[in-house]
């Protein structure tokens, strides 16, 4: 007999490679798992996530939808409902307005009310898009993280996304996975085979002491530079990955900031009534206090994102207000 | 009124329900018309009682034919006028009387609008106030009945009103391309709240409506209710063999106001009168009477029966405590505990 070959421990995958390597390993490992949404079988999904997946599990467990967002979140719900772990797609963020009521006043509801479970995921694309302009950049995590019953995902890093993708598929509970835009043809190692990374969990991607730039999704990586350029000039950036954005890591972050004193967040989406705002309150709130400067918020400025690409890169969070928020978090 | 053929056609070579089975379904209509009518006298006699009421009273046969066409592990979703479902699928009257009553020991314990609460035991699947929600999510239920092959039939019902939502437009379409296991019925009373469905729409018959999702429709006679069990009966029938959904419209008119609480005023007395000249309880009854199958003196002893087993509901679930907020919390998240693979 031949030598087996062993399976490399980590490839370099795309974060696009890396989902599809997670609904690949889901769904042949639990017949319970389906994918349903629009341009999900022949096409291999709109941003290429779904590829060869109608080829490998068949018609009846990788459904090719009409536009209809409403029909698709309810089906998921149903479905999960009814025993099958269904992963719905939508196209962007946007359309998770179509879905909201069947997540919010149905599913999110159903454990809490009646013991039931629904345990399905709604993915897609979120986020901004700037070198395409026009519609369809919004980041609407924050609504759904306010909402009891529901998980709110963001990953930043091919590993996280596979790892995040396998943790919310056998998650018990409706999760929201946001995959931003800007992300899915970044490469990075990914563990091979089953790879979870648990939900609720921080991640520290570059330690230092000086701030705590806490961040999310694309943010992550901005904020990484950031790390490098102020790193020259003797400030030590501490960057943490929310990761997962419900359940919030209270702990994580509190952590970082009880070490360096000082707060930056940075993330799409309004910064008022948000994600920005939970992280400081959850800094605020505690026993102790932890910050020795006033936190800074960057997310999206206070108005919609212009169609015209270098008007959207200037409302969007960028290395000049992220620098600008470390200057007077630091100073 | 308009039939598609093979449903029609179905319907003209049926069996007739026995006499047992006729008795059995007078008995569940004596049972919601009577349910009903006490809800109905004890909100307004002011008792602590939660929730709307949107009552079926008018319209109870509805409810009886759909669910003497089902089997027991067959699934259904009610509309909001839905008291009926859960009668007749067996729900206890003191679990209902507890809820209504906000004590201990409900279902969902106070956590979901009673009226709309789902009952895994009994097959009733969840709703809620957002009209036409209850379809898509039956349409999901339908299509893991598929996938699954456990040969149930998925029941949604819904009002005239909910018939022009979009997700109507999205769950029916979504049914009928994926050719799911879904027997779509409207009870279509004429009125959403106070405005007449015939001031909103176009078409005569909202079973038109099937024509555009390629999947049959067929209006009947919704008081009438031999006619409800036998064409609900084809449908489910059709579904189970992988025929896929149908659509059915049961014309019928409520006694009441939307709720409870509506004064009903819009609505005109000759209207009102001519529905209660129709009332599908008397209508059953008299066939029954007609055929020999039900005496007067049993028709008295049903309606007696009913009011004692609803008494003595109300006495149970008048001895149980209030809910208070001290009392288990439900955890917001279902613990991770993977069922095994299948």
Not at chain 2, 284 to 303: A, C, N, P, T, W
């Amino acid at each position: 007999m031949s030598a087996v070959l062993q399976a490399p421990v980590v490839q370099t995958l795309t974060f696009r490679e890396a989902l599809n390597d997670a609904l690949r390993l889901e769904m042949a490992r639990d017949r319970r798992v389906i994918i349903l949404g629009e341009d999900v079988g022949r096409k291999g999904g709109i941003a290429g996530v779904t590829r060869g997946l109608l080829e490998q599990f068949g018609p009846e467990r990788v459904i090719d939808t009409p536009i209809s967002e409403m029909a698709i979140a309810g089906a998921c719900c149903g479905a999960a409902m009814s025993g099958l772990r269904p992963v719905g797609e939508f196209y962007y963020s946007d359309m998770l307005m179509f879905m909201a009521d069947n997540v919010v006043t149905s599913a999110a509801r159903l454990h809490f009310a009646t013991g039931l479970r629904a345990p399905y995921v709604l993915r897609g694309r979120d986020g901004s898009k700037p070198e395409d302009g026009g519609p369809h950049q919004d980041s609407f995590a924050a609504w759904f993280a306010q909402v009891p019953g529901l998980k709110v995902v963001m990953p930043a890093t091919p590993a996280d996304a596979k790892g995040l993708l396998i943790s919310a598929i056998r998650d018990e509970n409706p999760v929201i996975f946001l995959e931003q835009i800007p992300l899915y043809g970044i490469k990075g190692p990914v563990p091979a085979g089953e790879y979870a990374v648990p939900l609720g969990e921080a991640e520290v991607k570059r330690a230092g002491t000086d701030v705590t730039v806490v961040c999310v999704g694309r943010c992550v990586h901005d904020a990484l530079a950031a790390g490098e350029r102020w790193s020259k000039q003797g400030v030590s950036v501490e960057v943490l990955d929310l990761r997962t954005l419900r359940p919030l890591d209270v702990a994580a972050i509190r952590a970082s900031v009880k070490k360096t004193g000082r707060l930056v967040t940075v993330h799409e989406g309004w910064a008022g009534y948000g994600i920005s705002a939970e992280v400081i309150a959850t800094v605020s709130d505690g026993p102790e206090l932890l910050l020795r400067a006033p936190a800074q918020r960057v997310g999206t400025l206070d108005t919609h994102i212009p169609a015209s690409p270098r008007l959207a890169a200037a409302c969007l969070p960028n290395a000049q207000r992220i620098d600008s928020a470390i200057a007077a978090g630091v100073r | 009124m308009a039939m598609a053929a093979d449903v029609a056609g179905q319907s003209a070579n049926r069996a007739e329900p026995g006499g047992e089975t006729l008795v059995r379904m007078m008995e569940q209509l004596v049972l919601v018309r009577e349910f009903e009518s006490k809800c109905e006298s004890m909100w307004k006699a002011h008792e602590h009682m939660v929730g709307e009421y949107h009552l079926s009273l008018g319209q109870e046969a509805i409810a009886v034919g759909t669910c003497a066409a089902l089997d027991p592990s067959d699934l259904i979703c009610p509309s909001i006028r839905g008291m009926g479902v859960y009668l007749c699928r067996g729900t206890p009257l003191a679990t209902l009387m507890t809820t209504f009553l906000d004590r201990e020991g409900g279902i969902s314990r106070g956590r979901w609008a009673h009226w709309h609460s789902p009952v895994p035991e009994r097959g009733i699947l969840a709703q809620t106030g957002m009209l036409g929600s209850g379809l898509v999510t039956s349409v999901g239920v339908a299509l893991a009945q598929k996938y699954l092959a456990t040969g149930n039939v998925v029941v949604a019902m819904l009002g005239d009103g909910a018939t022009s939502t979009g997700y109507f437009h999205e769950g029916m379409n979504f049914a009928a391309f994926r050719q799911l296991p879904i027997v779509v019925i409207i009870e279509n009373n004429q009125y959403a709240v106070s405005t007449p469905i015939s001031s909103v729409v176009r078409v005569k018959e909202l079973s038109s409506r099937a024509v555009g999702y390629g999947i049959p429709g067929i209006t009947i006679d919704g008081n009438d209710l031999l006619c409800v069990h036998a064409t609900v009966r084809d449908a489910v029938l059709r579904a189970r063999r992988g025929d896929g959904p149908t659509l059915v419209e049961c014309m019928t008119y409520r006694f009441g106001g939307s709720t409870v609480k509506d004064a009903d005023k819009l609505r005109p007395t000759e209207e009102k009168e001519a529905a209660r000249r129709n009332c599908p309880v008397k209508r059953f009854k008299e066939l029954l009477s007609q055929r020999g199958v039900l005496r007067e003196d049993d028709y008295g002893h049903m309606v007696s029966a009913a009011r004692s087993q609803i008494d003595s509901a109300e006495q149970q679930a008048k001895r149980r405590p209030v809910l208070d907020a001290g009392s288990d919390p439900l955890g917001t998240f279902a613990p991770y505990a993977e069922g095994a693979p299948v």
